[in-house]
């Protein structure tokens, strides 16, 4: 979690960059920007706002870290924070070379160097890299003597960052610890801000274990023929009600917990080493459980089963009340509910 009652605008600079392909080029400042005390608070909030996700990335190189133009830069902002003019116009340029998709906007760019950060209890310094690209109409109603007259600006939206990334000075052995922001890119287009002008990875911490277990689970009992719609939402609400109430993640206790067939457990072992090969990620046999990644997570699983066009059932808690047959007289499937209370 990031805190920023405290965090201070060191210093800010300002570039143009547009998009290479329309050969917009880019326009850079000539000195940082100079902003007054409540322009910066402005500014503080504008940019950290949106960081709201415990997701966390690291810069990296497939062959050398030092490769990594964003870590580079970084790096020497954070040697020497009165270098970040030449450095901000570093990565203005490097910006402009990934922009290479005839979707991009153009825009401005703002490199900032932030001290007094908290970062999940850790105080450090940061250097934040921020793209606006849309611009909104805002009115503007003022007085004139006894009177009142309305106009218009266009403008930034201070409550919407469209692109961010924040870099802090931890774990720069391992490509230091980065927040990112993406609102406005959607499509082929949206990678190259994560992907090619920031070339990052998630970080091997308890969220990213977590997501990716939970995720795992969903695909299993999704591509499991073995597995019937009733099994499914048992072992995902199991999985689910697991997380929640356990601080601490271990493979086997899991896996005998949520699935109670021998046969589906090894299947599950042996899915779990497809799934990390085919994703390229790592899960963990044991790790403290993140619980921001199992909220994210549950929100999205949907234990419902859709009989035809006529029924959905959603399965919430013990299937042992929930019986399937098939009606010969009908030659149709049925399912038997047993409760004690209709509300």
Not at 43 to 58: D, H, I, P, T
Not at 121 to 148: A, C, H, M, N, P
Request: include cysteine; aromatic fraction near 14%.
């Amino acid at each position: 979690m990031i805190h920023i009652d405290n965090v201070i605008l060191d210093k800010i600079c300002l570039h143009k960059v547009g998009n290479k392909v329309e050969e917009e080029g880019v326009i850079f400042s000539k000195s940082p920007l100079c902003v007054n005390e409540n322009i910066s608070k402005l500014l503080v909030n504008y940019f950290f706002a949106n960081f709201k996700s415990n997701e966390y990335y690291n810069l990296f190189h497939d062959s050398d870290l030092n490769l990594n133009e964003i870590f580079v830069y970084a790096s020497n902002i954070f040697d020497n924070k009165d270098s970040i003019l030449q450095q901000s116009k570093n990565i203005a340029k490097h910006l402009y070379n990934k922009s290479m998709h005839p979707k991009i906007n153009g825009g401005e760019l703002y490199i900032a160097y932030f001290k007094d950060c908290v970062i999940d209890g850790q105080l450090t310094d940061g250097v934040g890299i921020f793209k606006s690209e849309t611009k909104e109409t805002y009115l503007r109603v003022f007085s004139t003597g006894d009177d009142f007259e309305i106009n218009s600006d266009f403008g930034i939206n201070i409550n919407k960052l469209d692109k961010g990334c924040l870099i802090f000075n931890l774990e720069k052995e391992k490509g230091f610890l980065v927040g990112i922001v993406d609102n406005s890119s959607k499509g082929s287009e949206a990678r190259y801000w994560k992907d090619e002008f920031l070339h990052v990875k998630q970080r091997n911490d308890e969220y990213y274990y977590t997501n990716n277990i939970i995720s795992l689970c969903k695909n299993f009992v999704s591509k499991n023929k073995n597995i019937d719609n009733v099994q499914k939402a048992d072992i995902l609400n199991k999985a689910v009600s697991f997380f929640e109430k356990n601080d601490f993640f271990d493979i086997d206790e899991f896996s005998n917990q949520i699935i109670q067939e021998q046969s589906l457990r090894d299947a599950f072992q042996s899915y779990k080493k497809t799934f990390e090969e085919e994703r390229e990620v790592v899960i963990a046999d044991d790790f403290t459980i993140s619980e921001n990644a199992t909220k994210k997570q549950s929100r999205s699983i949907k234990n419902i089963i859709k009989l035809d066009k006529n029924f959905k059932i959603t399965i919430d808690g013990d299937i042992r009340y929930l019986e399937k047959g098939f009606d010969e007289h009908r030659k149709l499937n049925f399912y038997k509910l047993f409760f004690r209370d209709e509300e």
